[in-house]
C-alpha cells in the first residue's frame, strides 16, 4: 500500500481548509441489564464490556482497563506500521504491548490513599527489522511516539469535562 498517496489528497485539503482536519469520535456505553456490564457503541462497532472479576464483574469480557490498554496497543501498533510504510522501513513485523498496574483497593473505595487508577502503564514495541538501518529505527520510533494520539493522550491528558443529565 502507497500510505504516502493516499494521505496526499487528505493533507492537502487540510492545508487548504484547516478546520477540516477536526474531528470528534464518541463512543456510547449502555446498561445490559446487569450492574457489572455494558455495550460500548463507537459507531462502526458494538463492543461487550464489563468489570473486571477483582470487583465483583464476571470477568468474562473486556473491562474498561483492558479496553484503555487495547486502545494504546492498537494505536501504537498501527502507528508505527503506518510510519513505517511513509518511510520506507522494511519490517517483517511490528507487536505493541500494553500493560497497566493498578491496585483494585481504590476502585473498591478501601483505602483513601490508594489512586483509582493506573497507577503505571508500560508500552512495548517489537519491531522485527532486520534489513533496517540505525537511523531507520530510530526516526521510526521518534516518529512513531510522536503520532501515536492514544500514547500523547496519556503522557499528556487533555481537560476532561464531566456533565450529568437527570430525568
Request: proline share 5%; net charge negative; hydrophobic share 35%.
Amino acid at each position: 500500500m502507497d500510505l504516502r498517496r493516499v494521505q496526499r489528497p487528505l493533507k492537502e485539503r487540510y492545508r487548504r481548509e484547516p478546520g477540516s482536519s477536526r474531528i470528534t469520535l464518541r463512543a456510547r456505553g449502555t446498561e445490559t441489564g446487569t450492574p457489572v456490564s455494558c455495550s460500548v457503541d463507537i459507531g462502526r462497532a458494538v463492543y461487550e464490556a464489563g468489570a473486571h472479576a477483582g470487583v465483583g464483574g464476571p470477568g468474562t469480557a473486556a473491562c474498561s482497563g483492558d479496553l484503555l490498554l487495547g486502545a494504546l496497543a492498537a494505536c501504537a501498533q498501527i502507528t508505527c506500521q503506518m510510519v513505517a510504510a511513509s518511510l520506507g522501513v522494511p519490517t517483517r513485523g511490528i507487536e505493541a504491548l500494553a500493560e497497566g498496574d493498578l491496585d483494585l483497593a481504590g476502585t473498591l473505595g478501601l483505602s483513601e490513599e490508594v489512586p483509582v487508577g493506573f497507577q503505571e502503564i508500560r508500552l512495548t514495541l517489537a519491531v522485527d527489522a532486520p534489513e533496517a538501518s540505525e537511523e531507520q529505527l530510530e526516526s521510526l520510533r521518534e516518529k512513531t511516539e510522536r503520532y501515536c494520539v492514544v500514547m500523547q493522550t496519556l503522557k499528556s491528558p487533555p481537560r476532561v469535562s464531566v456533565s450529568w443529565e437527570a430525568g
